[in-house]
């Protein structure tokens, strides 16, 4: 008996010593790789400064229209992200890519990750670039941004366009993260580890290797940083504080949403109420995942012109 304890302990400390020495790696690689990647990771867009500190903001094309993009929660880099529909909307349209505070090339922030909060600095950087009218168009978590941003800025938007956004009442959002377990990942490299093991995705054509490359490099800058994971920790409350909330009746509405959701099965049926509490409401299915604007950037851009010439016949 003595033996087979003696054989436990050596065996339980040689994993521990394994794992312990693991963790010293991973930890050493990241803290050397974040500061290489720091000067690979290329610049785009201008800086404009927001409540003390610097966010990203990108624009492209010309037109007669503005159309302000959101990404949706945990993008790395926004401006790379929509760069498939940007390219094709900025043909004959101003559109601006916004990055939040955590996002792409903007700054992080201590100030909690509430909607409110989020809205009023993308706002703010909008100001500064002197965008005051736009439809805003937005993919996932955008959406219920979008609602206070109706909300608060009426006369600014001229319609919402979402790209499979979330809803206010939608499932399972009350789930709760395990925040600390995650930084911690973060800061022993472990959630470097499981990226390079992962891969991003972004494995369409549209995207380049070297794009992907600085996709990469940009989401082990952002991912699971504090920003991140505050803004995660406040998204069961701010999905509760959007309980109930619709869009202004007299805001057009175009929503393309994934035709079929298999982990939410309602997912359609919730867009389809969601469009019709305004008075110029559509909806638009598309075969494909969540990420609708990677693989049907074309028919995003020609429904959105479509939509717009109806309501706007000088558009475009």
Do not use: C
């Not at 439809?135 to 919402?160: C, K, Q, V, W």
């Not at 549209?206 to 920003?227: C, G, K, L």
């Not at 299915?285 to 693989?295: A, D, I, K, V």
């Amino acid at each position: 008996m003595k033996k087979f304890a003696k054989r436990a302990l050596i065996t339980v400390t040689a994993v521990a010593a394994t794992i312990a020495v693991g963790l010293v790696t991973t930890t050493t690689v990241h803290a050397v790789a974040t500061q290489v990647e720091k000067d690979r990771i290329e610049t785009y867009g201008q800086l404009v400064e927001v409540d003390g500190r610097q966010m990203n903001v990108v624009i492209a094309g010309e037109g007669p229209e503005d159309i302000v993009l959101l990404p949706g929660f945990g993008t790395a880099s926004p401006a790379l992200d929509f760069a498939p529909l940007v390219d094709d909307l900025a043909t004959d349209h101003r559109v601006i890519v916004v990055e939040p505070f955590g996002y792409g090339l903007s700054d992080g922030t201590d100030r909690p990750r509430t909607t409110e909060n989020i809205v009023d600095e993308v706002h703010e950087a909008l100001s500064r670039v002197g965008v005051d009218r736009y439809t805003l168009m937005g993919h996932s978590i955008a959406g219920i941004y979008a609602l206070e941003f109706a909300a608060r800025y009426p006369d600014e938007l001229t319609g919402f366009v979402g790209i499979d956004t979330s809803v206010p009442d939608q499932p399972h959002m009350d789930t709760e993260f395990p925040i600390g377990l995650m930084g911690a990942a973060r800061n022993l490299g472990i959630a470097r580890l499981l990226v390079a093991i992962r891969g991003i995705g972004y494995s369409e054509d549209v995207y380049s290797d070297h794009d992907r490359e600085q996709i990469a490099m940009i989401s082990n800058r952002n991912s699971m940083a504090p920003t991140y994971l505050d803004e995660m920790a406040h998204i069961s409350t701010n999905f509760q504080n959007a309980h109930g909330r619709t869009f202004p009746a007299d805001l057009p509405l175009l929503l393309f949403a994934v035709a079929q959701n298999e982990t939410t099965p309602e997912w359609l049926a919730l867009h389809e109420e969601q469009a019709a509490s305004v008075a110029d409401g559509t909806i638009v299915p598309l075969e494909g995942e969540h990420y609708l604007h990677h693989t049907h950037a074309d028919d995003i851009a020609e429904g959105f012109r479509a939509w717009e010439a109806e309501r706007m016949p000088s558009a475009g």
